[in-house]
């Protein structure tokens, strides 16, 4: 099976910048999106296709993804900010949907 | 407004079964694969199942295969994951999740989920 591989936590000041690593063979050779969950809430996409971003969110959130690892970046982080943080793609040798583990996001 | 709106969680004993559903308004559902992922209390999200948006190709987790049903009812905007043989490590959070027509679409609406107890 495919697995994808986040650090459990990260933590950053206030308008300082976070990145998010997503670890997965060959994960630049597939496409990758990103969700934000807060606590209670549903998750949010933050980023698909490794980079593109919904219109309704602010630019300070961009993605890249080269190699083995696939990167979210949070750019001016705010308090709001802070919640849970998942990479996923579609493995398709397998048909299955992978996500990561999950990283939690700490505004110090 | 897109809405998913998943109803039918509860308690109940291991071994039993339980039917969850799911319905949509706000868009045309005939044109998304719809996804079920969980989450169990305090875990990450686990991808269980996705549906092709004419049901003609289904794909189950490692997990659940073989004792989860998926299927959708595109004429009354609803889905159904009706859970067989569940187990004390189903217990989580239940989320029906729309995707674009590709596999490798992602997920752009959520549902705000609910909670199946599995504990005797």
């Known amino acids: 099976s495919y697995v994808l591989t986040q650090p459990p936590s990260v933590s950053v000041a206030p308008g300082q910048t976070a990145r998010i690593t997503c670890g997965g063979d060959d994960i630049g050779s597939k496409t990758v999106h990103w969700y934000q969950q807060r606590p209670g809430q549903a998750p949010v996409l933050v980023v698909y296709?490794?980079?593109e971003r919904p219109a309704t969110l602010p630019e300070r959130f961009s993605g890249s993804s080269s190699g083995n690892t696939a990167a979210l970046t949070i750019s001016r982080v705010e308090a709001e900010d802070e919640a849970d943080y998942y990479c996923?793609?579609?493995?398709?040798?397998?048909?299955?949907?992978?996500f990561g583990g999950g990283t939690k996001l700490t505004v110090l | 407004e897109v809405q998913l709106v998943e109803s039918g969680g509860r308690r109940v004993k291991p071994g039993g079964s339980l039917s969850l559903s799911c319905a949509t308004s706000g868009f045309k559902l005939s044109s998304y694969m719809i996804n079920w992922v969980r989450q169990a209390p305090g875990k990450g999200l686990e991808w269980v199942a996705s549906?092709?948006?004419?049901?003609?190709?289904?794909y189950y987790g490692e997990s659940v295969r073989g004792r989860f049903t998926v299927s959708r009812d595109n004429a009354r905007n609803s889905l159904s994951l009706q859970m067989n043989s569940l187990r004390v490590e189903d217990t989580a959070v239940y989320f029906c999740?729309?995707?674009?027509?590709?596999?490798?679409?992602?997920?752009?609406?959520w549902g705000q989920g609910t909670l199946v107890s599995v504990s005797s």
């Open positions: 996923q793609v579609w493995h398709s040798r397998s048909d299955h949907m992978v």
């Open positions: 999740a729309r995707q674009g027509q590709g596999y490798e679409e992602s997920i752009d609406q």
């Open positions: 549906i092709s948006s004419s049901s003609n190709y289904i």
């Open positions: 296709d490794e980079s």
